[in-house]
């Protein structure tokens, strides 16, 4: 995994745990004291909260981007793959004696003897 992503990930778990710890505050407090607990701090509960749909958008981009990548590389390892296997192809073409039914028609296959002059 990489650096960035882990520390995306870092950051999105700590969101997460600091958000079930307020909710659990919440839960706890009585409702005057939550009132006057929690008002001042809903603007930072904003930017948290945007702050984590930030993480998600940035985590859904890499996974994209990064899917991308390992497509083009599998489409070019797979060219690269034909193209040994066409090589190889070719290598064992050229490598086959041709058969017997080709020698018989093709003339230019049999070698010709030369003439002795007695």
Do not use: C, H
């Not at 009132?35 to 930072?44: E, N, Q, R």
């Not at 909260?49 to 390992?70: N, Q, R, W, Y």
């Not at 290598?91 to 004696?97: A, H, R, Y």
Request: proline share 5%.
């Amino acid at each position: 995994m990489k650096k960035l992503r882990l520390t995306i990930y870092i950051l999105f778990f700590t969101f997460n745990i600091s958000l079930f710890i307020t909710t659990l505050i919440i839960e706890n407090i009585e409702i005057f004291k939550l009132a006057s607990w929690i008002l001042p701090k809903i603007p930072f509960m904003k930017y948290g909260a945007i702050i984590g749909v930030i993480l998600v958008i940035v985590d859904f981009v890499m996974d994209k981007a990064e899917k991308s990548i390992l497509t083009k590389e599998v489409e070019k390892t797979q060219n690269e793959l034909n193209a040994v296997k066409a090589q190889l192809f070719d290598m064992q073409q050229k490598s086959t004696p041709p058969t017997a039914a080709s020698s018989e028609n093709d003339t230019s296959a049999a070698p010709e003897t030369p003439k002795k002059d007695q």
